[in-house]
């Protein structure tokens, strides 16, 4: 393939799912091998016709006696290029131990970790000198892996999002390679006279996915289909687009059927969901199973371990009689409750909205520090926690069509893809600041609170939505301007709280 081919398959996947824009500031994932070589050289090459900064970034594992020698090479192509270097040194091995997983997942962890600390950086910098920030993370995925990973979860067992394989764009993380083959690459690396680095545990077959890289894919390509690839990765696309569709449709469906919180009759458990049986049997099968794996993961806190096996054993309360129950990972359990499906965390207390739990007076009365984990939140799509004095908190990430954003104390609507890291409810620290006005006008949240006029038992019990020292939400009052949503906002963060009356 010659370089205007190449390049303009890159570029027709970044004007299909906006991956770049101007001004935007990219951490790309620079290993040394051929892929991530060719996404160094193609973003170098188009930095200047989009507008946006680049940096590379080298993780070395502590793996292999030659990744000082990849460090190096990355370093120089860096040079070549006139693009910044950032290495990082991790001792993976010690940190799978410690993390309880795999080399290979302990190396992804830390690689997006790595970009996200210098993308952090970056974004510091650019709140102190009150300029608008957007960071990507871009990495070197291409067709094969897409294929590959489809091919893995099929063969593990997924659901339809996992059917999908990689996705081009996730949260904040781009891959203009995707649409491009491992062969295409290497095609024209040769052809610009750019050699690459060879992880040799590439060849190995140790892990699930090089068995099926070196194993299976050559074998169907050969002996059934020569362009089997390409058509598995045509086919991952179009479950992507239906795995999105049929989100949305259950999103409208969990709306119909699970029940609002002024219809719970005081309850405010952590997780407790209550679901109309009536409204749920109206909906398609297929939803129906939608909505309850949903309620299943919001339930546990987690989608690990939770499979077809377990919605179904749900299911079968549809036609029991009132008060039958099963049993569940996590300690979920699931009961039928008359002309309700309740799902719920077995042990947690039904807590009343009573002083001492929102001032949180009483020692042990609720978490100080409550996460919300992005990398869960990009997973499950939404989440659920209790928050001292706000009750029940919801948190999904929607597409943003534009549409009228509604002004509500309770419910705020923040742009996504500006929140970097995890985010936490807590208390305040001397450190918290917040953005007021398009300027990027920055306040400290103590004087906030004090021209707000909040009494200072008050300020102590509060508890604040932040990402790292930036207040995001100040429940009750405003959201940081750095966060609001505008007209280039792709997809919002929707948080609905029941801690207070809507007002608007």
């Given at each position: ?100 997983c795999s080399l290979e997942e302990a190396g992804r962890k830390v690689r997006y970790r790595d970009m996200e600390q210098v ?230 207390k039904e807590k009343g909205n009573n002083k001492k739990n929102n001032k949180g007076n009483e020692k042990g009365d609720s ?138």
């Open positions: 393939m010659g370089q205007a081919g190449l390049k303009e398959k890159a570029l027709d996947m970044i004007k299909e799912y906006d991956m770049l824009r101007q001004g935007d500031q990219v951490a790309a994932g620079i290993s040394g091998g051929a892929d991530s070589v060719c996404l160094l050289y193609l973003l170098a090459e188009l930095r200047k016709e989009i507008g946006f900064s680049l940096t590379a970034v080298h993780v070395n594992h502590g793996l292999r006696t030659e990744a000082g020698e990849d460090a190096d090479y990355v370093k120089k192509l860096c040079r070549q290029w006139d693009v910044p270097f950032v290495l990082f040194e991790e001792d993976v091995k010690e940190l799978a131990e410690k993390w309880k993308l952090l950086e970056k974004k510091e910098e650019a709140f102190r000198k009150g300029e608008d920030f957007s960071g990507k993370i871009a990495v070197a995925h291409n067709q094969n892996d897409r294929t590959e990973t489809m091919l893995f979860h099929f063969f593990r067992g997924t659901g339809l999002a996992g059917m999908a394989g990689i996705r081009p764009v996730r949260g904040n993380i781009i891959r203009p390679l995707l649409g491009v083959s491992r062969e295409e690459i290497e095609a024209f690396l040769l052809e610009k006279g750019i050699s690459w680095r060879i992880d040799k545990s590439n060849q190995e077959n140790i892990y699930t996915r090089n068995k099926i890289r070196n194993c299976v894919l050559p074998y169907v390509t050969k002996e059934i289909c020569p362009e089997a690839s390409g058509h598995l990765a045509a086919e991952a696309k179009l479950l992507e687009k239906t795995a999105l569709f049929l989100e949305r449709q259950m999103q409208k469906a969990w709306e119909r059927c699970v029940l609002a919180k002024e219809e719970e009759e005081g309850n405010v458990s952590g997780r407790r969901i209550r679901i109309s049986i009536q409204a749920l049997l109206q909906e398609d099968e297929l939803l129906q199973d939608m909505v309850l794996k949903k309620a299943l993961e919001q339930a546990a806190g987690s989608a690990k371990d939770l499979s077809s096996v377990h919605v179904a054993s749900v299911r079968g309360l549809l036609a029991s009689q009132s008060g039958r129950f099963v049993n569940l990972p996590y300690q979920v359990k699931a009961q039928r409750n008359f002309s309700l499906l309740e799902i719920f965390k077995e042990g947690e978490p100080e520090r409550i996460v919300i984990r992005k990398e869960e939140l990009e997973e499950k799509g939404s989440l659920c926690v209790q928050v001292p004095g706000l009750g029940e908190v919801n948190f999904s990430v929607e597409p943003f069509f534009h549409q009228k954003i509604p002004q509500k104390t309770y419910t705020k609507w923040l742009d996504y893809d500006k929140i970097m890291k995890s985010v936490e409810f807590r208390r305040r620290n001397s450190q918290d600041y917040l953005t007021i006005n398009d300027e990027g006008q920055k306040k400290k949240l103590k004087a906030y609170l004090i021209q707000e006029k909040i009494p200072s038992e008050e300020r102590e019990a509060m508890m604040f939505l932040a990402e790292e020292n930036h207040i995001l939400w100040v429940p009750g009052h405003r959201i940081s301007a750095a966060y609001k949503v505008t007209a280039q906002t792709k997809r919002v963060l929707k948080i609905q709280s029941s801690g207070g009356k809507e007002s608007g």
